[in-house]
């Protein structure tokens, strides 16, 4: 939500566009509410059939500015609630209907309470003055936006208040997403980091006569690789977010390709107590343009998956053959704890992180970024090609990677 003053009248002002009412329609509506009042406070008079002929079309005219009004604000897309002195619900339109439901619904929210915040005041300066700083509220299983506003007569006085509404659930969860990105980079970048420091002051404390250490320099050099990586990674992610990722056309000879991610992997496979098979088909076959060092980057991701969701004792195979003379397939196979219906339609966004649990319901929450499936994704189709998955909880995964032999220009 905005705190800009113009923009929560700008929501009003549009009634302007759509027909006759104006702002001022909101202040008729309720002066007209007040003047019932009022005169159903007066004294009995003489003539009670004149008196209630004018009760009768006072009310009729009420309600007509309440169908104009109510047929102007379902134009609107933002939410409008009214609500009247007395604390009577005046307005709600379509838009805030499918937002809170039925009117019950908004005493049994937060909204009651917004409605209830500004009770003391009383004098505004304008016709449709806003109160305190946009907030925002859970409604329904959804994060709405809400903005409190006073609606006045010319002279300040204040006749009602206003609620505009607007569902903010995806900028929310933008929010919490970017929150837990800075937390996750926090924690990944903390333990090469660590090693580094660590081993540079060892290095810096020893004698300057004695030679470096060449066990503590192929330490550093590791750990510095591992941060130059993530950087690269990083840096690679922004540009598919933005749409502007390229790749190189090479020739890349996937055998060689598939056993180097493998074997680069060996230390942490053994370390998951796991087996590790590759088979491969019509190897003759197994021959792309591409670009080698992504595609490493993105079979390293699903491998890396497969590794860190299955429990020791399992294992994984990595299969490739030449599907035609156009295009090849590579396939991860794992016996893991498999993807749940919830999570399985959100593997492949950025950033998302689900909750895998094994057979006896231990959740597992291994390190990283939650991007590793979003980058394979987003190398394969770089290349023309796709990815998809098949899995079943408790029965492991299938990630099939299939790239065309030429990438399109």
């Known amino acids: ?23 001022a329609l909101f202040s008729r509506l309720y002066r007209g509410l007040r003047r019932r009042a009022i005169q159903e406070s007066r004294p009995s008079e003489p003539d009670l059939t004149d008196r ?14 309440i169908e104009r009004l109510n047929a102007i604000l379902a134009t609107i897309s933002e939410g409008i609630i009214m609500q009247d002195l007395e604390g009577r619900i005046i307005v709600v339109n379509a838009a805030a209907r499918r937002l809170i439901g039925s009117r019950k619904d908004i005493w049994d929210s937060e909204l009651g309470t917004l409605f209830n915040a500004y009770r003391d005041v009383t004098q505004v300066e304008s016709e449709l003055a806003p109160l305190g ?22 002279q300040g006085e204040r006749l009602g208040t206003l609620i505009v509404l607007r569902d903010v659930t995806r900028d929310a969860l933008s929010d919490r ?10 924690h990944e970048l903390r333990t090469p980091m660590a090693v580094i420091k660590g081993m540079s002051d060892v290095m810096m404390n020893q004698p300057p006569d004695r030679p470096p250490n060449r066990r503590f320099l192929e330490t550093l050099s590791r750990n510095v690789d591992i941060l130059d990586r993530m950087i690269v990674e990083l840096l690679d992610i922004s540009e598919m977010s933005a749409s502007a990722f390229s ?12 056993w180097n991610v493998v074997n680069g992997m060996t230390p942490e496979i053994k370390r998951a107590q796991l087996d590790v ?17 992504r595609l490493r980057w993105s079979l390293g991701h699903l491998l890396q998956n ?39 339609p959100h593997v492949f966004e950025r950033f998302y992180r689900g909750e895998p649990r094994t057979a006896s319901g231990k959740l597992l929450d291994p390190r990283g970024l939650g991007q590793g499936l979003f980058v394979a994704r987003s190398v394969a189709e770089a290349h023309g090609g796709y990815l998809t998955v098949r899995s079943e909880p408790g029965h492991g995964s299938i ?4 790239l065309p032999v030429t990438p399109p220009s």
């Open 277 to 293: 098979a590759v088979m491969l088909r019509d190897v003759a076959r197994l021959q792309i343009v591409g670009d080698d060092q």
């Open 306 to 344: 497969a590794v860190r969701y299955t429990e020791p004792g399992g294992h994984i195979i990595v299969t490739a053959s030449g599907s035609d003379a156009k295009r090849v397939a590579i396939q991860v196979v794992d016996t893991g704890v498999g993807i749940s219906k919830k999570d399985l």
């Open 399 to 402: 990630f099939t990677m299939v």
């Open 52 to 65: 209630n002929r004018q009760l009768q079309r006072a009310v009729r005219r009420r309600d007509i500015e």
């Open 1 to 23: 939500m905005t705190n800009n003053p113009r923009e929560i009248s700008g929501v009003i002002s549009r009634v302007n566009t759509l027909g006759t009412a104006t702002e």
């Open 177 to 186: 997403l970017k929150n837990e990105f800075v937390t996750a980079i926090s």
């Open 133 to 154: 700083e946009p907030t925002r509220i859970q409604v329904n299983n959804m994060i709405l936006g809400a903005q409190v506003a006073a609606v006045a007569d010319g």
């Open 247 to 258: 790749i190189r056309r090479d020739p890349v000879n996937l055998e060689e390709l598939i």
